[in-house]
């Protein structure tokens, strides 16, 4: 059933405290470039781990960035690993995806793409890894907040649009046009993180998402 399907791909998500609470901070500025770019690689880094397997290649790239880059607790727990579980691999995999928005949102890519399809990794790493944590910063410019928001709200709508799969599906053309979840979910967990709708305390793995 597709919705106990898309409650678990999301279970690991918290919700957005009311507006009142004063866990809530609110519409924000959006987090500085080398936060970004600095989330942006770790991530990358545990993404290849999943998808590669090699944990060598993985901490030496953390050890290059090893004055920026800083990893979670599951994310650390994850590199350090000598064998992770196929179902640790597959969740952390995802990560390339969450990329995405990052490099978007500080003009590193020009656009983010269809979310019925995963994005060309390759793009990610060749962004990423062949241009030092300064040229990077360099060449970075956040977008207008406005368009970071209308990028959020469309993720919003798609992820509204998954939930209600049965009866969409009932449409013609509806499966062809209905986004891959995994990549919706990634992508606004991202952006959410970039407009700082989060557990400050928890960082990236305190990131709000309105389901």
């Not at 993404?47 to 290059?64: D, Q």
């Amino acid at each position: 059933m597709i919705s106990g399907w898309f409650s678990n791909l999301v279970s690991n998500r918290r919700e957005r405290p009311e507006a009142d609470s004063e866990e809530f901070e609110g519409e924000a500025e959006p987090r500085p470039v080398d936060q970004v770019i600095a989330r942006a690689l770790a991530l990358l880094i545990v993404a290849r781990r999943a998808t590669t397997g090699e944990r060598l290649a993985a901490t030496t790239e953390l050890s290059r960035h090893r004055d920026v880059v800083e990893l979670t607790a599951s994310e650390t727990a994850f590199l350090m690993d000598e064998a992770p579980s196929p179902q640790s691999c597959k969740q952390f995999s995802w990560r390339y995806e969450a990329i995405v928005p990052l490099l978007w949102s500080v003009n590193l890519l020009d656009k983010m793409g269809s979310t019925r399809e995963t994005i060309d990794t390759a793009t990610l790493e060749s962004i990423l890894l062949e241009n030092s944590f300064e040229q990077l910063i360099a060449k970075a410019q956040i977008r207008p907040i406005n368009l970071i928001e209308d990028a959020a709200d469309e993720l919003m709508d798609a992820l509204w649009a998954i939930r209600a799969g049965p009866i969409a599906l009932l449409f013609p053309n509806a499966r062809e046009k209905r986004p891959n979840a995994s990549v919706v979910v990634e992508r606004y967990y991202g952006l959410n993180w970039l407009r700082r709708w989060n557990d400050e305390s928890k960082g990236w793995d305190g990131v709000w998402l309105d389901t």
